[in-house]
């Protein structure tokens, strides 16, 4: 493992140490290397003022309450359809997914696996039942992950 020796303004140290007292963090050096991680998942050096991206893939940034005002807009029938394109887009455009039968259940950790990338939970497998973990700071509520499971749930099993 490697070192390094980083000097940080006033502000950002007090930041740091703010995040430690208050037990967000168990230590500054980890604060950095968790921020450095994100950096490098998001791409974060291909961004510039008003245009994110992660590969050929734009991100949008907006308020979680916009986008469940959004969803509450949608019959189930919509949101279900919208899963399902989504899913099928995903699969042609990602030439990992391709040859990924997910209907399978050996396969749902892969699924699993991409919504706890966008911070939906920690997901695992345990028998036949998926296990949900939350981190209550900053995560979905119980209620809205149980529903993203349901609808995964239903077009698994399609």
């Given amino acids: 493992m490697k ?20 037990r967000f963090i168990r230590s500054k050096g980890e604060a950095v290397t968790k921020a450095l991680t994100l950096f490098k998942k998001l791409s974060m050096h291909d961004w510039l003022p008003d245009i994110y991206r992660i590969g050929e893939n734009r991100i949008l940034l907006m308020d979680r ?17 919208a899963g399902q394109l989504t899913a099928l887009k995903r699969k042609v455009l990602k ?37 949900v973990e939350y981190n209550v700071k900053g995560q979905l509520g119980l209620q809205e992950g149980v529903e993203i499971l349901h609808l995964l749930e239903d077009h698994l099993e399609e």
């Fill in 65 to 81: 309450g916009m986008l469940l005002d959004i969803f509450e807009l949608l019959t189930e029938y919509e949101t279900h359809r």
């Fill in 95 to 131: 030439p990992e997914f391709r040859d990924i039968d997910i209907t399978k259940k050996s396969n749902w950790m892969i699924v699993l696996k991409e919504l706890e990338n966008l911070g939906w939970g920690v997901f695992s497998m345990i028998g036949n039942e998926i296990k």
């Fill in 3 to 22: 070192s390094l020796e980083v000097e940080l303004d006033d502000d950002l140290y007090n930041y740091l140490e703010f995040l430690e007292r208050m």
